[in-house]
């Protein structure tokens, strides 16, 4: 049964309510930002290689179709049977039915590493329920597992806990000594554990990075080595990937590689970038292909460079709004600046609330390794969810009425000197909690006269 959906400012006053934890989340992020700004810096072709990256994936989405049929007739040439999935619905039956025909037992063993899409369709919620015993292996992802949440954040998928909260959920669930918060003891405590899983595992799943329509291969980043290790020791492989994920040519794979780590934690390059493009002698290897919605997002002329999303989470490191509301406040599978413009393509009504979880500042396009207009996205989507009438009703009808004052200039001056002297005489009337703009911030003191006034009287002098 799905949780109900908690709006992302409710769900941010929850999380800033510790603020000893908000600002450490706040500080590790922006850490990580730092360490990206570094590692760009030390590559004098950088923007060059974002105006590449972007170039190339605005080729591919302009020619998604074709790459994507040569992709399929490349992979089957090669030995892997692909499947087609139009929603996340069809997505898991696929993968339940490759489970079941793969491995009849009545608890099949799966391992699985990271992968958003399968976050996307709770491939991990469906499978459970129908007695699929799957673990996920990144180590972040087990962590999060194991206390029943989701990821909050595509790269970092528990920097939400501290070192005592991963303790105790080992302490709890693995049996490790309690209190005992090292870092190498808590590491080794879970290699232990997974290793277990990974020999018994029948069928390992992982996601899919970048998909190569020339040669029909894919490649899966990560930094632990799981995805290997589960791929390579299981009978039968099963990748599921978007339908975006795919570039033309083997060649593009370096532009996109030396940008992805870089931009998601510093790194030069991630740790293990496996190539798949057929399988082992004796295994099986699948590939789901998914839509789920993203035809519809290319379609739509203002929100189609979304698909461009890399997932390497720099504009959730750079985003003050992410930093200090944390992952979970945004009810969806992929959080931050990038998954408030592609959620409401998803569900509309649902995720109505995230377009406006930003200060619109532009951070977040900046870092962007493709260039995505990110906060010109997030603005066109409160523009298109205000005219469908899913803005909150307090926001459009302040809106409508600044509008008005603002078309009318006698108004608007009126409006102004009276809001000035309710400020300097009568502070009580804009300073109490009945204001959602002071819960949060210092009123600030209002001038002796407005712009205008100032320049009309400068203006006579002169």
């Known amino acids: 049964m799905s949780k109900p959906v908690v709006p992302h400012d409710q769900a941010a006053r929850q999380f800033i309510a510790d603020e000893a934890r908000t600002d450490w989340h706040d500080q590790t992020l922006w850490f990580v930002r730092q360490k990206r700004d570094k590692a760009a810096h030390t590559l004098p072709e950088w923007e060059s290689l974002r105006d590449l990256a972007s170039g190339i994936k605005d080729y591919a989405l302009a020619n998604l179709s074709t790459l994507l049929t040569n992709f399929e007739r490349q992979a089957t040439a090669n030995g892997i049977t692909v499947h087609w999935a139009t929603d996340a619905a069809e997505h898991n039956r696929i993968v339940l039915d490759l489970i079941q025909q793969h491995s009849p037992s009545a608890r099949p063993k799966v391992v699985k590493s990271k992968s958003m899409l ?121 990748a599921c990937m978007g339908i975006e994920k795919v570039i033309p040519q083997q060649e593009h794979l370096g532009v996109f590689l030396r940008l992805l780590t870089r931009s998601a934690t510093g790194q030069p390059i991630t740790t293990y970038s496996s190539h798949f493009r057929r399988p082992a002698p004796g295994k099986v290897m699948h590939l789901v292909l998914v839509d789920n919605g993203r035809s519809t997002q290319l379609g739509r002329t203002h929100f189609r460079n979304s698909l461009k999303c890399i997932r390497c989470g720099a504009c959730f490191n750079t985003c003050p709004v992410y930093r200090r509301s944390g992952g979970h406040s945004y009810h969806n599978a992929v959080a931050g600046p990038i998954g408030s413009i592609l959620a409401p393509n998803l569900d509309m009504r649902k995720n109505a609330d995230l377009p406006f979880a930003s200060t619109l500042c532009g951070s977040c396009s900046n870092v962007c390794p493709v260039k995505i207009d990110i906060h010109d996205q997030l603005w066109h989507w409160r523009q298109t969810l205000t005219a469908e009438g899913l803005a909150p009703l307090p926001k459009t009808l302040s809106m409508k009425l600044m509008g008005w004052v603002l078309a009318h200039p006698l108004v608007y001056r009126v409006a102004g000197r009276a809001g000035r002297r309710l400020m300097r005489y009568w502070p009580g009337a804009v300073s109490n909690q009945l204001n959602p703009w002071y819960k949060g911030r210092e009123m600030p003191q209002p001038p002796a006269q407005s712009f205008g006034d100032w320049y009309n009287q400068t203006r006579r002098r002169l």
Do not use: W
């Open 118 to 238: 399968t976050e996307e369709c709770h491939l991990n919620e469906f499978l459970t329920e129908q007695g699929v015993d799957l673990v996920d292996t990144d180590l972040g992802e087990r962590i999060v597992q194991l206390r029943q949440e989701s990821p909050s954040h595509i790269v970092l998928p528990a920097i939400h806990l501290r070192k005592s909260d991963v303790s105790d959920t080992f302490h709890q669930h693995l049996g490790t000594e309690a209190g005992n918060h090292d870092p190498q003891y808590l590491t080794e405590a879970a290699r232990t554990h997974l290793r277990e899983r990974f020999m018994a595992a029948q069928i390992a799943i992982t996601g899919v990075n970048f998909a190569v329509a020339e040669t029909g291969g894919f490649v899966v980043c990560t930094n632990e080595g799981n995805a290997d290790l589960g791929a390579h020791l299981a009978d039968v492989h099963i």
